[in-house]
């Protein structure tokens, strides 16, 4: 299933609909992610369960990580 994209009434921003990010993206669903992130800035994923592993994997899909200041 590709992920939907609704974009906020805003200036930037969108929610992704039909995605679970504790499952594996497949190549094609993630372009859509990434298109999404560069068009609107900023993406909102509700409801998800994700354990701390899988978020670090998602979030390196973008590019390198940076550690927060203050870790």
């Known amino acids: 299933m590709m992920p939907e994209i ?3 009434p805003a200036a ?8 679970n990010l504790a499952r594996p993206l497949d190549a094609a669903a993630f372009r859509v992610l990434e298109d999404a ?3 609107h800035s900023v993406l909102v994923f509700r409801d998800q369960h994700i354990t701390e592993e899988q ?14 200041v203050l870790y």
């Open 6 to 8: 609704r974009p906020f």
């Open 12 to 19: 930037i921003g969108a929610e992704v609909l039909g995605v």
């Open 37 to 39: 992130w560069n068009r």
């Open 55 to 68: 978020h670090i994997a998602f979030s390196r899909r973008f590019g390198e990580l940076e550690e927060h």
